[in-house]
């Protein structure tokens, strides 16, 4: 059975790369979507009705969980075609007035979730195969007052390149997808509401459609990294050729 897997998949970007998957990825049986909220993972059932989607109801921050997944993966065998690890959040603020438990379960998810799947995964992946990781613009350089976001953010890019490097010899891609703002739940989640960060309330805005549609078949055809949008592109380029310190200054949140 093929099949693709995508967590985060109840709401926002996930949800994307669920409908994106069923739309034009016939060879897909089935898809594995992943994330807490079982009612928003079902619903997926009844919008989707030409691929089986199979709900996965885990909190990918509590470390059993990954054994289960592990369980589950043995005990199908399924060929996994395409896996893409999304589930994600943030938080804007001042390090020192954060909360310990929020900013440790970010490194849990962001990082510590996504490399577990990936590991548990990817036994069950062969040449033509490819993960979608999904990083941010956060990563290209550190971002004052989101110091757990932007480390978590390039871990996921530092990461995917270099799994991408050791994977080429097995015809597996990695791709990390490296958007903008979008306005999902993430946003108000991080503490981001209209009028809280002028920064943020004048970036361009990434489509989650496009963005999942556009990773998913730049990562088929073998390339490492994507941005959306030209502004963001900049943004990567100047965060190369620019001393961060200066960066952050421009980038102030
Ligand atoms: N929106 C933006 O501005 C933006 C920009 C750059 C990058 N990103 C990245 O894009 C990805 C998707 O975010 P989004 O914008 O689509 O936000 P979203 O709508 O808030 O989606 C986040 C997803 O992660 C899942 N999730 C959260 N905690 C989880 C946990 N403990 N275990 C399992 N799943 C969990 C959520 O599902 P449940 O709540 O049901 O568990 C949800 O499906 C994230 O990695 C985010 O960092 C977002």
């Not at 099949?3 to 994307?16: D, M, P």
């Not at 040449?127 to 999904?134: A, E, H, L």
């Not at 946003?187 to 509401?193: K, M, Q, S």
């Amino acid at each position: 059975m093929k099949i693709a897997v995508v967590t985060g998949a109840s709401s926002g970007l996930g949800e994307e790369f669920v409908r994106v998957i069923t739309e034009k990825y016939d060879e897909i049986e089935e898809i594995w979507v992943i994330a807490r909220r079982t009612d928003r993972l079902e619903a997926l059932k009844t919008r989707f009705l030409n691929k089986k989607i199979f709900p996965i109801s885990l909190d990918l921050t509590k470390h059993e969980n990954y054994e289960t997944l592990s369980e589950m993966l043995e005990s199908e065998k399924p060929e996994i075609k395409i896996l893409v690890n999304n589930a994600g959040f943030g938080t804007l603020g001042n390090f020192e007035e954060m909360d310990l438990n929020t900013q440790t379960r970010m490194v849990d998810l962001n990082n510590r979730a996504l490399t577990a799947v990936t590991s548990v995964s990817l036994p069950y992946m062969k040449k033509g195969s490819f993960i979608v990781n999904v990083s941010s613009i956060a990563s290209f350089a550190p971002t004052a007052r989101m110091a757990v976001y932007c480390s978590t953010k390039s871990y996921v890019l530092a990461f995917s390149k270099a799994l991408r490097f050791e994977l080429k010899k097995k015809g597996i891609n990695v791709l990390a997808l490296c958007p903008g703002p979008m306005d999902t739940e993430f946003l108000p989640a991080a503490g981001i509401e209209k009028g809280s960060s002028h920064t943020f309330d004048t970036l361009p805005r990434v489509n989650p459609a496009v963005a999942a549609e556009k990773a998913l078949r730049y990562a088929s055809k073998g390339r490492g990294i994507y941005t959306p949008r030209a502004f963001y592109k900049l943004y990567r380029f100047l965060s190369k050729v620019l001393p961060h310190g200066l960066v952050m200054h421009l980038s102030k949140t």
